[in-house]
């Protein structure tokens, strides 16, 4: 379905570059698909407009959209909508509609809440050539699906605080009363040396230098020398690949929380990584085995880490650091320029990250009442977790609660896959 609307009289910064801007009136037309074979139509519009935005995420890679589509089926429909101004693709929202309840949490505990309409933008959701025009076309679109409660909630995944549209939401007369935002989380990045790992690590001091080569050569020890670094990237190891992960991550505390696991989309998406080139895989094997892994897939020589853990009953030999370090090497030698940590701040992320960037999910909601009393409760559980993690702190009792329920919730996932057998 296509509408067009001619807008009013206003300065067009397409161009930026432009000293001199072309004041004149521009028809804006919107095109919604929901189809499969309509998705993969707009491959080349689409293609354009994500090399064109500032944030190039795998969430938003067509063919990995259009696999997680297929998996979920109905249980997630897809809402993808194109914005052409004068006739050229500008800008492209690229989501998913699902009825769901929040993801509430004080600490660990899940809190729940009414069951929405959402649509949910994947992380680098929101193409666009990042002119003004395009950001206020992508604003007034949010806007109107408020307005006339389409969705009773629109949630933009891992939006970065200086890109246009956080602006632009934030300016917005209507928005801004209807915004809240989850906490800013730093987005780390760890910039290498094309072919040169000792050039990548010359960064760090000695002392780090010597730590790095202390902890490698005590964990080779400890497995008198039988370590090495296997590589996965080819579709033939993406079974072994799945399961060995799947199983390492059910002995942690990750697997309460949904970390990785073997299921149908994860397969299908390790398979897609892996038929496309893409897929960057590593496993610490140690005695013949698996105690440590990530997960990982290329784009745009930036290889994207897509999830991480280790046995926890080795983790006084850090075998997390012990892999990461490895993979710095080999990514390295295989003349890869970056590596992107995704989302959420962690100790390794800045131990091992040369810059970074403030990040923030954006909560949109109609004037619905279930939407009225979930932003209520997110509202609630913030000021509860936010003044929790203050009093902790300060008592020096957060890392023990953390340590406890990550325990706890390590625990659990062995139960229940004991249960499962």
């Known amino acids: 379905m296509t509408t067009t609307v001619t807008q009013p009289l206003t300065i067009d910064r397409a161009e930026s570059s432009k000293e001199v801007h072309q004041?004149?009136?521009?028809?804006?037309?919107?095109?919604?698909?929901?189809?499969?074979?309509?998705?993969?139509?707009?491959?080349?519009?689409?293609?354009?407009?994500?090399?064109?935005?500032?944030?190039?995420?795998?969430?938003?890679?067509?063919?990995?959209?259009?696999?997680?589509?297929?998996?979920?089926?109905?249980?997630?429909?897809?809402?993808?909508?194109?914005?052409?101004?004068?006739?050229?693709?500008?800008?492209?929202?690229?989501?998913?509609?699902?009825?769901?309840?929040?993801?509430?949490?004080?600490?660990y505990l899940r809190v729940p809440s009414p069951v929405l309409k959402s649509l949910d933008i994947v992380y680098g959701g929101v193409l666009s050539d990042s002119s003004e025009i395009a950001i206020s076309e992508v604003t007034k679109h949010l806007r109107s699906l408020l307005v006339e409660k389409q969705f009773d909630q629109i949630t933009i995944n891992h939006l970065p605080l200086e890109e246009p549209l956080s602006q632009a939401l934030n300016s917005d007369e209507v928005i801004k009363s209807r915004i809240d935002c989850s906490s800013i989380n730093l987005h780390w990045q760890f910039e290498l040396t094309r072919g040169s790992y000792d050039q990548t690590i010359a960064r760090f001091s000695r002392k780090h230098r010597y730590n790095m080569r202390r902890t490698d050569r005590l964990l080779v020890e400890h497995f008198s020398g039988n370590v090495q670094l296997r590589i996965f990237d080819q579709p033939v190891q993406c079974d072994e690949l799945v399961i060995g992960a799947a199983e390492i991550v059910s002995q942690t505390y990750q697997a309460g929380l949904g970390g990785f696991s073997d299921t149908p989309l994860h397969r299908e998406l390790i398979n897609l990584e892996a038929a496309s080139g893409r897929l960057r895989s590593y496993w610490l094997e140690c005695d013949g085995k698996p105690i440590a892994f990530q997960l990982g897939a290329v784009y745009a020589n930036t290889y994207n880490l897509l999830s991480t853990a280790f046995l926890p009953q080795y983790k006084q030999l850090s075998p997390g650091q012990v892999l990461l370090v490895r993979v710095i090497q080999d990514l390295c030698e295989a003349n890869i320029d970056s590596i992107d940590y995704g989302f959420g701040d962690a100790p390794y992320?800045?131990?091992y990250g040369s810059n970074n960037f403030e990040e923030t999910t954006v909560y949109l909601y109609a004037k619905t009442s279930k939407a009225f009393v979930s932003r209520s409760i997110y509202k609630g559980i913030t000021k509860i977790n936010n003044y929790g993690s203050y009093i902790f702190e300060n008592v020096g009792l957060k890392k023990l609660i953390k340590k406890y329920w990550r325990l706890r919730l390590s625990n659990a996932a062995k139960t229940s896959k004991v249960a499962a057998k």
Do not use: H
Not at 62 to 82: H, M, N
Not at 85 to 94: L, N, P, S
């Open 349 to 351: 992320k800045r131990m």
């Open 23 to 107: 004041v004149r009136n521009y028809a804006t037309s919107i095109k919604y698909v929901s189809t499969i074979d309509e998705i993969l139509a707009l491959r080349s519009d689409w293609d354009m407009l994500r090399e064109q935005s500032t944030v190039i995420s795998p969430n938003a890679d067509i063919d990995r959209f259009v696999t997680t589509v297929k998996v979920l089926g109905e249980k997630s429909k897809p809402y993808v909508a194109l914005l052409r101004i004068d006739g050229k693709a500008r800008a492209m929202i690229v989501g998913r509609s699902q009825f769901r309840s929040g993801n509430f949490r004080i600490g």
